[in-house]
T-cell receptor, first 111, second 114 residues
Framework: QKEVEQDPGPLSVPEGAIVSLNCTYS??????FMWYRQYSRKGPELLMY????GNKEDGRFTAQVDKSSKYISLFIRDSQPSDSATYLC???????????FGTGTKLQVIP | EAGVTQFPSHSVIEKGQTVTLRCDPI?????LYWYRRVMGKEIKFLLH????????ESGMPNNRFLAERTGGTYSTLKVQPAELEDSGVYFC????????????FGQGTRLTVV
């Protein structure tokens, strides 16, 4: 079983829709939960990270972590065609521990 | 401020040859990480440098891979001899302190072994 599971998609939505991207994880030691956006032929770009449980909002993006169910989510409001990319969730338990990635979900926002 | 830069962006080599990938981290970032993504799989950790020292190399696949970071600045990742299964995209990232959750990634080097 992978430590971080993520549906690869692809996910296709109309412009303006609310997008929900999700991951599950198995390691209770994970403390940091990150979301990256990756455009084709580019490196991952950090969108936001959350420490422990709770919500974090940045503009149209909201990240949620539910440690009781080991479930992490990224919501994108008013989605735009420029949001079309692959979204990666990732976790680590702090300190010198390595980062573990999900496989990524490919999102397409149709104008 | 320059970001993390990787060279080359793409490399095609024959099985058995040697390839060296280079990563220039953001200036002042002591922590440098190498990752790899093979087709259809998730990005996986290879190793972590703190300055010039290898903090964690548990993700290195085998002894055909050699990473160095002389002087604590840029890093190289050498694959010798390359095998078909080494094909993938190799990413480098750097961070200040141990804030790997805020690390910046390079654009990656796409390695194709034929």
């Amino acid at each position: 079983q992978k430590e971080v599971e993520q549906d690869p998609g692809p996910l296709s939505v109309p412009e303006g829709a609310i997008v929900s991207l999700n991951c599950t994880y198995s390691n209770s030691a994970f403390q940091y939960f990150m979301w990256y956006r990756q455009y084709s032929r580019k490196g991952p770009e950090l969108l936001m990270y959350t420490y422990s449980s709770g919500n974090k909002e940045d503009g149209r993006f909201t990240a949620q972590v539910d440690k009781s169910s080991k479930y992490i989510s990224l919501f994108i409001r008013d989605s735009q065609p420029s949001d079309s990319a692959t979204y990666l969730c990732a976790t680590h338990s702090g300190g010198y521990q390595k980062v573990t990635f999900g496989t990524g979900t490919k999102l397409q926002v149709i104008p | 401020e320059a970001g993390v830069t990787q060279f080359p962006s793409h490399s095609v080599i024959e099985k058995g040859q040697t390839v060296t990938l280079r990563c220039d981290p953001i200036s002042g970032h002591d922590n440098l990480y190498w990752y790899r993504r093979v087709m259809g799989k998730e990005i996986k950790f290879l190793l972590h440098f703190v300055k010039e020292s290898k903090q964690d190399e548990s993700g290195m696949p085998n002894n055909r891979f050699l990473a160095e970071r002389t002087g604590g600045t840029y890093s190289t990742l050498k694959v010798q001899p390359a095998e078909l299964e080494d094909s993938g995209v190799y990413f480098c990232a750097s961070s200040q302190d141990l804030r790997v959750h805020e690390a910046f990634f390079g654009q990656g080097t796409r390695l194709t072994v034929v």
